[in-house]
């Protein structure tokens, strides 16, 4: 009976044992799956040349459906438009759909757009705190400027300490974040300057009343005024060697998109570069179509004269270099956590593809 007992637990401990391995080496095999699926394929690892992209870009959930491109007609920011104007979406095997959308930032973040360009100066804030948006490439440099009266003693930024600047936007957006990157690059504490929303139509005549005694202005909309001697420029990322090379707007896509789509979002980066590159090469037709299309100001020559001033072809180094002198500066202006790793937080927001 001791022989036989013995022997029946050793055949279960031999049984038990066998069924330990067994679970063992399928839990090991089930992990490596799972480790296996998690590595996907990200933005920056697209080849666009790659023999089997079309293969691996009809595995992803955005491949053959429309694309909405947010654009509101300006000039600085037109590179989306005539992406699809120019068939350069076309030659990606995109499919796109170019419209007006209000408040874009909030449209790219709920999904309901997939892409649009606008201001770093408006969009990094936002991206930062949560919006789901990534910028992945430059759209072009220049387009705003800090204004006086013309015959207003006021010289430089410091002159305007204990005076008031009018933004077109709210506090913490594009025009107040330029006016601030002015001041710090000056060495003019912001904390003594007034800043005042006001009405961009309305801001000429609170200069000469002398409610606000500078204004934020697109240099677009300056131009009339600057012709007739009424206002001039005392600072601007359009003009000024600080500021002229840096990127002023990007291309800002919808993040979820960008990590579940990496293929169509590489393509439709690269059909924004393409289109870019083409603008900057033809400036004068490219003012031509945009009149075609209702975008613009509707005056041929003055868009042709404005688009001179900014320069479409903008690098990646270029871009990644003002976005993290933007994080560092907003970071001191306390726009953004000042707690927050600039390099972490750049690869977060910034998404590029391969040069």
Not at 72 to 97: H, M, P, W
Not at 99 to 124: C, E, L, Q, R
Not at 250 to 257: A, D, E, G
């Amino acid at each position: 009976m001791k022989k036989r007992s013995i022997g029946l637990l050793l055949m279960s401990v031999l049984v038990l044992s066998a069924c330990g391995q067994t679970a063992k080496r399928a839990d090991s095999n089930t992990t490596k799956k799972t480790e296996e699926k998690k590595v996907t394929m990200t933005i920056a690892d697209v080849d666009l040349n790659a023999k089997d992209l079309e293969e691996q870009w009809k595995k992803e959930p955005r491949y053959g459906t429309k694309l909405i491109l947010a654009y509101n007609g300006g000039l600085c920011t037109s590179a989306l438009g005539v992406a699809q104007a120019k068939g350069f979406t076309a030659k990606q095997g995109l499919d796109v759909e170019v419209k007006n959308v209000p408040n874009a930032m909030d449209a790219i973040g709920t999904g309901k757009a997939d892409a649009n360009t606008d201001h770093i100066s408006t969009s990094v804030v936002p991206a930062v705190n949560g919006v789901n948006a990534v910028f992945t490439r430059a759209a072009q440099t220049g387009c705003k400027s800090l204004y006086v009266l013309k015959d207003s003693s006021i010289n430089k930024t410091s002159d305007l300490i204990g005076k008031s600047i009018a933004i077109h936007d709210p506090i913490g957006a594009s025009d107040h974040n330029i006016a601030l990157r002015f001041l710090a690059r000056d060495k003019v504490d912001y904390k003594k300057i007034d800043f005042k929303v006001v009405e961009t139509a309305a801001s000429i005549q609170a200069m000469k009343n002398g409610e606000i005694q500078a204004a934020m202005f697109s240099d677009q909309f300056a131009k009339k005024f600057v012709d007739q001697g009424v206002i001039r420029s005392i600072r601007s990322i359009t003009f000024d060697d600080d500021f002229k090379n840096e990127p002023c707007c990007v291309l800002i896509l919808n993040k979820k998109f960008v990590e579940e789509n990496p293929i169509t979002a590489a393509k439709l980066t690269m059909a924004h570069k393409e289109a870019s590159d083409w603008i900057e090469d033809n400036k004068k037709e490219a003012a031509q179509l945009m009149n075609s299309n209702n975008w613009g100001s509707g005056d041929v020559e003055s868009d042709f004269k404005f688009l001179q001033t900014y320069n479409f072809k903008v690098s990646n180094e270029q871009t990644a270099e003002t976005l993290t002198n933007v994080l560092n500066d907003y970071k001191e202006f306390k726009l953004i956590n000042a707690s927050l790793d600039t390099k972490e937080t750049l690869t977060k927001i910034w998404h590029p593809i391969k040069n």
